[in-house]
């Protein structure tokens, strides 16, 4: 009898996990799992995810890990991806998953309208990302120090974005590299702490952790709004200032679970969300949409513009590991 009670209660016990394994699987197969930065983090829940999800009725979940982190991620889950899209502030892991077979080529709705600058190469069946916003690179540094600190001739203390963990960090190396690698050591030298992500970045100078740091001005702008005492320009360096588009982009996962996928990144482009993206301190990449209040005037003269060609991402890469503290 003992023997027969255990049966079943196995039974019953197998049952259950099969029935939460089948419950695990539709909720992944309904809801549309995004990978994705804590920068965007109030334009995707404020604006983005409710409109689509009363649009489409689609359920969506954002996972906010640091870029590195969620390569890694997608990279361990071989041919069972959790993510659905990608939303990066970078498409250096977009471009090297491509290169991995981690990646589809996909081409949105509105393709003719994307400026050049804003969209991928295009390779066969499309293009391997899009960028659905941009904010310029900003030099943020303690109002205190007065003017913007020349960045060639840094003296005070610097916060260097963690270059493998964030896609900050990576485009404060893609600046130095392409500038001046000789101030990106000397900032190094002066850096004393590195952080993850590009929201802990503009924090550590509000809250003096460091004097000087490189990061997204629509981060900076956020962290005003919300009093932080920052203040920001254009990167200068030996005199120059410099403009260096940070491009968040879209990614579509190979074998990604949910059909809807496509549906989201077009969803990006429409005119409600382009219209709307500069009361989240970022700009629209489709042109005839007002800039944020409070940002950089753009295009000023004399600044050199520094438009990154992403398909040279291995040499990007190849750097990344010099500009750790330590490394």
């Keep these: 009898m003992r023997n027969k009670v255990l049966s079943i209660a196995a039974l019953?016990?197998?049952?259950?996990?099969?029935?939460?394994?089948?419950?695990?699987?539709k909720v992944q197969q309904g809801t549309l799992v995004v990978y994705t930065t804590p920068a965007l983090r109030d334009l995707l829940e404020s604006l983005v995810v409710p409109r689509f999800h009363a649009a489409t009725g689609t359920d969506v979940t954002l996972v906010y890990v640091s870029a590195g982190e969620e390569y890694n991620r997608l990279r361990m889950s071989g041919g069972h991806p959790e993510a659905d899209l990608f939303l990066h502030a970078s498409p250096l892991y977009l471009e090297k998953g491509f290169a991995a077979g981690y990646f589809l080529p996909f081409q949105i709705g509105r393709n003719a309208s994307v400026p050049p600058n804003f969209v991928s190469r295009s390779v066969a069946g499309g293009h391997l990302w899009y960028a659905f916003a941009w904010s310029p690179l900003a030099q943020v540094y303690d109002p205190q120090l007065g003017a913007t600190p020349d960045l060639a001739s840094l003296d005070t203390t610097f916060g260097f974005p963690h270059p493998l963990l964030s896609n900050n960090g990576i485009y404060a190396v893609l600046f130095f590299e392409n500038v001046s690698a000789a101030a990106g050591a000397r900032a190094l030298a002066h850096t004393v702490v590195q952080p993850a992500n590009a929201r802990a970045n503009i924090l550590g100078v509000a809250d003096g952790a460091f004097d000087v740091t490189l990061g997204y001005e629509g981060v900076t702008l956020f962290y005003l709004k919300q009093g932080a005492r920052v203040a920001f320009d254009l990167p200068v360096l030996g005199g120059q200032r410099f403009l260096v588009p940070?491009?968040?982009?879209?990614?579509?996962?190979?074998?990604?679970?949910?059909?809807?996928?496509?549906?989201?990144?077009?969803?990006?482009?429409?005119?409600?969300i382009q219209s709307n993206i500069s009361r989240f301190y970022f700009r629209a990449v489709l042109p005839g949409f007002s800039d944020?209040?409070?940002?950089?005037?753009?295009?000023?003269?004399?600044?050199?513009?520094?438009?990154?060609?992403w398909s040279q991402w291995r040499t990007l890469e190849s750097t990344l590991p010099k500009y750790v503290v330590g490394g």
């Design 246 to 272: 940070v491009i968040f982009s879209a990614g579509i996962v190979k074998g990604h679970p949910n059909p809807m996928a496509m549906d989201f990144i077009d969803f990006l482009y429409r005119d409600e």
């Design 12 to 25: 019953v016990l197998a049952a259950g996990l099969a029935l939460s394994l089948t419950d695990l699987y």
């Design 292 to 309: 944020p209040p409070g940002g950089i005037p753009l295009p000023e003269p004399g600044t050199v513009v520094l438009n990154y060609d």
